[in-house]
Structure formats: structure tokens, C-alpha cells
């Protein structure tokens, strides 16, 4: 596998966020219960129930194991099928091809973000066509079209999970990386734009269903299967790939999204090399 690696004076790279300091076996993940709430650590969830199981019941040595794999499982809610749901733009509209290729494109540095189906998945949604005006693209004009999965009139338009597989770091430490970003160092400049993992460094290929390219995660990321209407509204309707990292199967561990799921934009957080 090749290394990944960014001279100094990428234009991303930023201080070290203590924030991404995830201990190996804890996945931090948010889940909101019917009535709302805030962020939840599951690892500290899952502990403490753990000993107010073995504390308040005093059960024995058996009953206790009994307890544990109980409430070592994720949470009993989720959904029975995929559903179909129709994406929303950022301002709350139907989100379109015909939007997207015109907003959004390989060297937009915000990320988009949607919750699929569970409203804990969120995925990035990613236009791998060049800018508006500047043509196909080539190797002076850094883009990729008729992609695996992709949809629109390029077949440019994916989406993908925004949750490592390695050890579950959500977006923004995982990011998009676009044209530009770190991409004379890395694998020889011959992948120009791709989604890396600022935990512990495992690098996505977004032109090849996000097929892993470097490690430690050895399974690429779920990719949302996306379809358009002859509105050209873009729906997704079901996962392929591997499950959700922290999920047993991604549709299980929280509440569904509802019939529509709306974009967010939030900032990436690009590290570009893994400090060790
Ligand atoms: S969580 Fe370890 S590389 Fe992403």
C-alpha cells in the first residue's frame, strides 16, 4: 500500500486537534432517542450499564456474562428494509442533479453531510465532475465521471459513509480531500482527490466505490445507492458493502431518517498526515 503523506505547507494542514484522540476500542458516536437528546459516548454507556447490571442485581458469575453480551448489543431499534428517501439541498428544496453539478463539484472544500437510513449514519455526498465551464476530466483538469454508482449526467454524483471503517471516526475528522489538497506526495500524484481518515490515516478512493488505499482499515466505506427521478431529485435507497463501522448491520442501532434526509454542511478537518 502506498503512504500517505503531505508536505508541510499544504494549504489544510492544521494543529493536531486533541479531539481526534480516540482510544483504540472506543467509537464515539451520536444517538439521539425519539425525544432528542445530546452526543453519547456508547463505549461509557455500554460500561456503565455493564456495572449497574453486576452491582444492583448481584447476580453470579454466569448471570453476569448473561448481562454483559445483553447490553453489549446495540440499541433494539432500527428499521426491518432500506428505505427510499428523498435528499434535501441545504435549504430544505429537493435536492437535484441539476443542483448539484452546478453547487457542488471535486474541489468544493466544505463536506456534505447526510444521515442514511439511520439518523446516527451520516454519509458524505460527493460531485466528482469539474467545476462548471471547465470541461471533461483530463490530467490538467482534475475530476472523474461515470463512476461506480454514480448518478446525474457525468454519473459524478456518489455518496458514501462518512463513519471510518478502522475505528469509527465521523466526519469531519474523516474528509474529503479535493484536486490540490496533499496530492503531489501522495501514491505518485495519481490520486488527485480521494477521502482520508485524520484518526489513525486509512485513505479512501471515491472514484472506485471508496475501495481502501491505505490502512489500518481493510474494508472500504458503505456506499449509498443513489436513483433519480425524471424530476432529476436524487433518492438514496439502500447501503452497499460492508456495514457501518459500530453497527452489526447498518440498519440497526437507531431510528430511521424518516421519508427525506437533508444535506448539512460542515467544515473538514484536514490534517493531510497522520502525526504519530
Ligand atoms: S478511525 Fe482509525 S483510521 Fe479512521
Redesign the pocket.
Known amino acids: 500500500m502506498p503512504s500517505f503523506d503531505c508536505p508541510p505547507a499544504c494549504p489544510f494542514t492544521v494543529g493536531r486537534d486533541a479531539a481526534l484522540d480516540?482510544p483504540v476500542g472506543q467509537v464515539r458516536r451520536v444517538a439521539l432517542g425519539p425525544e432528542g437528546g445530546g452526543d453519547v459516548d456508547e463505549t461509557k454507556r455500554n460500561v456503565l450499564k455493564l456495572a449497574a447490571v453486576a452491582g444492583l442485581l448481584g447476580i453470579g458469575a454466569g448471570g453476569a456474562v448473561a448481562g454483559a453480551i445483553q447490553y453489549l448489543q446495540p440499541p433494539a431499534i432500527g428499521l426491518s428494509a432500506y428505505p427510499k428517501v428523498l435528499l434535501l439541498d441545504l435549504d430544505g428544496s429537493p435536492l437535484t442533479t441539476t443542483n448539484v453539478l452546478k453547487e457542488y463539484n471535486v474541489t468544493t472544500n466544505s463536506l456534505y453531510i447526510f444521515n442514511y437510513p439511520l439518523r446516527n449514519e451520516p454519509n458524505f455526498l460527493l460531485n466528482l465532475y469539474p467545476p462548471p465551464g471547465t470541461g471533461p476530466p483530463s490530467p490538467t483538469n482534475p475530476g472523474a465521471m461515470n463512476v461506480p454508482g454514480g448518478v446525474g449526467e457525468y454519473g459524478s454524483i456518489v455518496a458514501f459513509s462518512a463513519i471510518?471503517q478502522?475505528?469509527?471516526?465521523p466526519a469531519p475528522a474523516?474528509a474529503y480531500y479535493p484536486p490540490g489538497t496533499c496530492s503531489q506526495t501522495f501514491n505518485g500524484g495519481k490520486l488527485p482527490f480521494y477521502i482520508h481518515?485524520s484518526?489513525?490515516?486509512?485513505t479512501y478512493d471515491v472514484t472506485n466505490s471508496a475501495s481502501n488505499l491505505t490502512g489500518?482499515?481493510v474494508l472500504p466505506l458503505p456506499q449509498v445507492v443513489l436513483v433519480t427521478d425524471d424530476q432529476n431529485n436524487i433518492y438514496a435507497t439502500s447501503l452497499n458493502g460492508p456495514p457501518v463501522n459500530g453497527h452489526l448491520n447498518s440498519l440497526q442501532g437507531d431510528y430511521g431518517v424518516g421519508s427525506t434526509s437533508q444535506l448539512v454542511s460542515e467544515n473538514p478537518v484536514h490534517l493531510c498526515s497522520f502525526p504519530t
Not at 478502522?166 to 471516526?169: A, D, F, K, Q
Not at 484518526?199 to 486509512?202: D, E, L, N, T
Request: net charge neutral; glycine share 14%; proline share 7%.
Open positions: 480516540f471510518c478502522h475505528l469509527g471516526c474523516i481518515c484518526c489513525h490515516g486509512s489500518p482499515a
